[in-house]
Every structure is written in C-alpha cells, then in structure tokens.
C-alpha cells in the first residue's frame, strides 16, 4: 500500500456522536462498519433500499471529517474514460502541431503522455489528491459487470495503471464508499474487496429521531405519529415501500399545512407524498380506512 | 493483544466460520482474514459492535444475513459475561430487584406484599406483569418475564434431543399471547378518552403486536440459549441452522420464506433476460456508423482515423411460459407464478399459460395489473384452466394449446415448460413436443421435484424430456440460477 494508515476516528462512539452532531443518525452497524472501513483501510459496499440515506451516509462522513467529497455518479455504458482518466487528445494533437519542426519523435511522445495531457476523472482524481477526501462511487449496480472490473485496481490496492505513464499509487488512503440499490447481484470480486453494510428502513424509534433532527418545528408526538403510520404503511405489500427521505418530506408537509395530529383524512389526503404508484396509495387507503 | 489471545481468537474464529460454511455461507480465505483484522480493532465484549464487524466482512448478501445471527447467536450464546443463564446468582437477585421496584412503584400488588421475587409468582400474575411490561413497552421487565416464562413454561429437561421448537411452542401456548393482545387493546381504548380517532386506535394495535413480536424473539434467545448451554454450541448448531433462501425447496417453504425468494428472484429474472437475449456489446459486426464516423474525425483535423460501427441489435427474446398449476405442485404452482410475473416485467414479448387439464392464457392479468398478489389471485380464480375433473392432464392441456397457439411459436421464441408430469395415466401426446421443439428456438422443462422421483408412478417426465432441450431440476433458487447458468 501506498501509504500508512491515519486513523480518523477513535471508537465506535465518536463514530456515532459525530455523525449525530451533523444530523444523520447512525445505528450501531452504521457507525461499527464506518469505523472499521478506516482501521481497516477497505472501502465498503452499502446496499439497500432506495432513499434510507446511503448516500447522504457518505455525504455526512465527509462533512464530519472535513474531507472532500469526490462523487463518481454511475450509469449503464460508463466506461474508463468516465471513471479513471482521459488523454486530452485535442491538446496532444496541437502540441504536435505547434513545433513540427524542432524535436525528436521521441521527445514529443514522451512529452505528449505526461501529466500535462492527462485529465483526471473521479476515481483518479481521489487518490492523487492532496487533501484528505471521501470517494463516493454511487449505484455501482448500473454499470454492467464488465465495468466493474474497473473498480477492482482502486479498491484494493489504491492505484490506478496508466499504460503509458505507469502506476499512480495513492498519496493517502480516501475512505471509499459504494453504493447499490441492489437492482443486480454484483461480482464477488467486488463484494469480496469491500466491506458490506446493509442499510435497511430504520426502526421506528430511530425514524422519529430521524424526523425531530431533520425537520425542525416538528412536535414530539407529531414525530411520533408520523413514524408509526410510516411504519405501518411499509408493513402492506407495496410496490415501493416509503423511504427515509419522503418520510422527511411528510414531516415538512404537515408542518407547512399547520397539522398538529394526524387523523384518517389527513393521512389519506397527503399520501401521495410517501407513495408514489397509483396502485401503492389506492391500496394504502384502502387500508387505512378498514379498521381492525 | 497478546500473543496467547490472538492465538485462542483465532481459534474461536476459525471454528465460528467453519460453521458458517456449514451452514452454506460462501465465506472465502480473504473474507476470513479480514474478519481476524476486524476483530483486533472491535472488542468482543462490545457484542452488537462485535456481531456487525463480523458481518461486515463475512457476510456479503444480505439475504444470508438471518442465516448469519443464528449462527452467531448459538456460536457466541455462553462467550460473554452478560449472556450467562437467569439462574445464576448476579442475574436473578437484578431481577428480584426490578420486581421490588415494580411493586413499590404501583399499588397493584394487593395482598401479595411479601412475595420479594418473580418465581413466588402465580401463573395469572406473571400474565399480568407481562401485560403491563407490554403496554408501557418496558424492555427491562420485557426480558425478564421472557426468561422467568421459558424457565417456568417450557419443561425443558437436560439431555432431550429435542428441536428449540417444540420448548417455544410449549411456552407461548401457556401464555396466550393473541388473547392478551385484545386484552391490551381493550385496556388502551378504555383508558382512553372515546374521541381517539381509528387511525390513532389501529396504530396503538400495531405497536402492541410490534412489542409481543419482540417479546417473542425474546424468549426463542432464551431458549437457544439455555440448549446451547445443555448440548454445547455445535450440536445445537446443526439443529437450529436456518437455510439461505437459495436453498429453501420451492415445495416447502414457509410465508415468511416465500417472501424472501419473491425479493430473491427479480435479479435473476434480469440475468435470464440478458442470457435469453445474448447482448453483442463487444465485436465489430455492424455496419460502419457514419455519422458517428464523420464526428470523430473532427478530432483529427477532418481525417476519419477512427471509424465507428453501428452496434448490432440484439435480437429481442420472446419467452413463451406453459406452467402447471395444479394441487399436486400448488406450492411450486405460486412460486412459478410469482416467476412468470418477474419474468414479464423483463422480456418485450412473453406469453404466459396455465394449465391443469385445460389451458389458459394468462398473460393479460399479469399486464393488467401492478400487484402480483392481484394477478395470482386472478389467475387462481378466473383462468378457465379445467376441462373435465381437475386433476392434471399434460397430453390434453398440450394439445389444446398447439391447437391455438401453435402458430404463434416462432424461430425466436422459447418455450419454458413448468411441471412434474404427473399426467394420472392420461395419454401424453409427446408429439406436441417434438413439433413444438422443431418450430422454436428452444424448449426447456423445469420440474420441480427431486431427480430421484423422476419417472417413478405417473411421472412421465422422460418421454417429454426427450424432445426438449433439456429437463432440470429446479427445487430451489440455487438450482433455478445454475440453469440459467447453462443457458449462456
């Protein structure tokens, strides 16, 4: 490995209370698998649910140790001119042509495939960057399996092999997140890299926390409602089951609408910010409304 | 940490993945090594910390991960001080102090001042403390009531070979935990003034049924813990090991099983979309892209160095699905449903059948509707799938069905049969097969019992086999994922 490890954290708990400090609120395999991707030195591989706060987790380890956020969006046909890095070939072509005359051959190859031409994209540009950053490499499961191999070099051994230039090792080991919406098993080379964090809907205590740090206005018992009929809307068989963020959004919802105690008619009125299928809302005010 | 610890960690953890390649887990030589690293940085006495480390590097699927607590429970159950038995000194007087408490606190305790401890309790007091625990949602008193009741209720006796079960069955039944629900519900709704609304009565319920589930959980730890403690942590490792779901037999599986397969089985759907359709992303045999072409070249001072093609489009699949779903494979019978839905939401142009002994075309109720439950409901319902007695009829269901539909089979399409062929004796009209087989792209047959069955009694699943592509064995999802292996 390219370089020693600096620990960021101390235990679990600073994991947990620091997080906690910029209002994203970490259950115990949260924090436990944060603090041990940093001993470790290993990226980790977050899967769940859409919208139960993967990405904001990345977003939030960053702001909480000060690192920049490198992002690498993933979609279906990205490819390594995308991911790692670029020749800038317009500029070799007009470096070639402004001394045609002058130099060697050999100095002008040697002199086109250097760092000069060569523009960084994402996963390069967070090793060889000199600030402490967090790569985020978001819906890794869009791409197909031949690009994944891409990611292989970088997640185990922090470098990138650039044929021309040779190998580029990390100057400090970034925290390295990945995402996935489970939408595709991923290869087990890549599974077997990372550390793996499933994120679930939270439990219903953690919800309500959830909304009282987010949403501010909001009353305890109007928390507190809102998580129990979130809670036992996502028990029903749904097509998409609400996530953390539209609960937030219910929560801003009542409160701009003045909303103090949510009874049947509020709940089916707003539904249609926590779902969003026909199908979905139709069946939960069915339910809804059926008592026992 | 020093050497001799390092070594007896070690050793503990070597046997703890031992057991989980026992129970199916794929846990690979790295994925061993960078738990061992895990564990120097997480103490072990810090157990949730501890389960998550251990999980983060050993479990990589999510759906593995109830497999996973089991063995860790049974594995880890007497290593660690908090987790030792209520008998034990510490623990029972901690107890007997919380039920001081508890009476001191409320009134309630009429004529039973003297009793100082929770096993001097009647069965009708137990029922009522646990009542109250459950209303407030005292997690505490929760917990304590589990043990006291699995140490009252369960019989359990040292040295019985018998499954944890049977020790929850028997403890639960004493408790009656369905009537103390309505009973909850009752209490709530009279302290209450009348004017709660129903939205707010139907949550309270589901909180109560939420905390009796919890309570529940409880006392099966109780139990495994108190087995392992009996007959050791490695006999009771194979006796309480749940399956993966890949390996959770069709036929068999539970509610709560099926439930997990339904999520198991959308990616697979994916992959057989894509085998189906055999994607030519790479290699050149488009025609040259000129546009494209003419962009690049711009690049080059107007020099079209680098020609680009035109990719050649896959050729779109066509799936044709003829299942059975009659009584003698009705378990299967859903799960094929459940797999003809996930199958149509992937390919353009799938047709899907069902028969019993006449056939029906089902595929409009799938298109129709968003919820699978709805169009399995429908499709139990609704389809015209009986000619004579309901009893399975392979010959007749096939014969009608190259009668109509026959002519829609095209170069392109593949057909997936899905059944036993348990045909009761009727003719087999294997013909339909052959012709069916010279007219499609290709025939496979999906059975889903044991292989050992095959053509045994009224199976004739041989005399089909033969003019398809290929018969497999589908009872669970491990198999159902090697066949879509083989098709690439």
Redesign the interface.
């Known amino acids: 490995m390219a370089s020693e490890l600096v620990h960021r954290f101390e235990s ?1 708990q600073q994991v947990r209370d620091g997080l906690r400090d910029i209002d994203y609120l970490a259950d ?2 949260i924090a ?2 944060a ?2 991707a940093d ?2 030195g ?1 990226p ?2 977050v ?2 649910p859409a919208g139960t706060g993967k990405t904001q987790l990345a977003k939030s380890i960053a702001e909480m140790t000060g690192a920049r956020l490198i992002r690498l969006q993933c979609y279906e046909g990205m490819d390594e001119s995308k991911a790692l890095f670029e020749w800038n ?2 500029k070799q ?1 007009l470096r070639i042509q402004a001394d045609k005359n002058s130099e060697s051959w050999t100095d002008i190859h040697d002199d086109i495939f250097s760092d000069e031409f060569l523009l960084t994209r994402p996963l390069l540009e967070a090793i060889t960057a000199d600030d402490p950053v967090v790569l985020l490499i978001d819906e890794v499961d869009r791409v197909e399996v031949e690009t994944e191999a891409l990611l292989l070099e970088i997640l185990s051994e922090y470098q990138v092999s650039i044929p021309e230039l040779g190998t580029i090792e990390a100057k400090q080991i970034p925290l390295v997140f990945l995402t996935s919406n ?4 991923l290869s ?1 080379a890549l ?2 890299r ?5 994120v679930d809907y939270p439990s ?1 205590e953690r919800e309500r926390e959830i909304v009282l740090a987010k949403v501010p206005g909001v009353t305890d018992s109007l928390a507190e ?1 809102i998580a ?2 979130v ?2 809307i996502r ?1 029903l ?1 749904l ?1 998409k089951a609400p996530s953390v963020s539209e609960t937030i959004d219910w929560a801003r919802t009542l409160l701009l609408l003045n909303i103090e ?4 008619t509020v ?1 089916k009125e707003t539904l249609h910010i926590l779902l969003k ?1 026909q ?1 979905d809302i139709a ?1 939960a005010a069915k339910d ?1 409304s059926v ?2 | 940490m020093s050497a001799t610890e390092t070594r007896s960690m070690l050793d503990l953890l070597n046997g703890f993945v031992v057991q989980l390649r026992e129970a199916g887990l794929p846990v690979s030589l790295t994925e061993n090594l960078d738990a061992m690293d895990a564990v120097q940085h997480i103490p072990i006495e810090d157990r949730e910390a501890f389960k998550y480390a251990l999980g983060a590097t050993l479990v990589k699927n999510q759906a593995h991960w109830r497999s996973f607590e089991t063995v860790f429970e049974v594995y880890f159950s007497l290593r660690g001080p908090e987790y030792k038995l209520a008998n034990s000194d510490g623990e029972s007087s901690e107890l007997d102090d919380l039920w001081r408490e508890m009476q001191d606190a409320s009134q309630e305790g009429d004529g039973r001042g003297g009793a100082g401890s929770l096993d001097a309790l009647t069965p009708e007091e137990i029922a009522h403390l646990l009542m109250q625990a459950l209303m407030q949602g005292d997690q505490a008193l929760m917990k304590a009531l589990a043990r006291q009741a699995v140490q009252r209720f369960a019989g359990m006796e040292p040295g019985r070979p018998v499954g944890g079960t049977y020790y929850l069955y028997r403890t639960l039944r004493n408790l009656d935990l369905d009537g103390m629900l309505a009973k909850m519900a009752d209490a709530a709704n009279h302290g209450q003034e009348s004017d709660a609304g129903r939205l707010e009565q139907r949550l309270e319920r589901e909180e109560f049924e939420h905390r009796i589930t919890e309570f529940k959980a409880e006392v099966e730890a109780e139990i495994r813990r108190r087995l392992v403690a009996d007959r050791g942590a490695e006999a009771m490792a194979k006796t309480l090991r749940k399956p993966l779901p890949e390996d959770v037999e069709f036929m068999h599986a539970s509610r709560e099983e099926m439930v997990s397969l339904r999520k198991a089985l959308q990616p697979l759907t994916r992959k057989l979309a894509a085998r189906l359709a055999r994607k030519r992303r790479h290699g050149r045999k488009g025609p040259l892209d000129f546009r494209n072409t003419v962009r690049h070249s711009l690049s080059y001072g107007g020099v079209p160095a680098e020609p680009k093609f035109k990719y050649p489009r896959p050729a779109k699949p066509e799936l044709m699905v003829v299942a059975d779903i009659s009584g003698s494979v009705a378990a299967f019978a859903r799960f094929t449903l459940m797999l003809v839905y996930a199958i149509s939401n992937q390919f353009s142009k799938v047709r899907s059948f069902v028969f019993i002994d006449g056939i029906d075309e089902v595929t409009d109720y799938f298109k129709a509707t968003e919820d699978i439950t709805e169009a399995i409901h429908r499709v139990n319902t609704e389809a015209d799938v009986v000619w004579v007695d309901g009893h399975s009829d392979y010959g007749h269901a096939f014969e009608v069905f190259w009668e109509r539909y026959g002519k829609d089979i095209s170069p392109k399409t593949t057909v997936l049969l899905l059944g036993d062929a348990r045909n009761n004796y009727h003719a087999s009209q294997s013909w339909v097969i052959k012709e069916m087989r010279m007219k499609a792209r290709h025939v496979y047959w999906l059975n889903p019992e044991p292989k050992s069955y095959w053509n045994t009694g009224d199976s004739i699943v041989g005399e089909y086999g033969n003019f398809t592509d290929g018969v497999y064995e589908c009872r669970n999802l491990r198999q159902l994922e090697g066949f879509v292996e083989k098709l690439a």
């Open positions: 679990v115990d395999g436990g698998v603090y041990l001993r470790l290993k980790v591989l899967e769940g070939y317009k072509l489970n939408t595709r098993e087990e599974k077997r990372c550390l793996f964090l499933h219903m409602q129990r009929v809670r036992s028990s068989d097509k105690t949510i009874d049947e709940a299928y199908t069946k809804l008592d026992e």
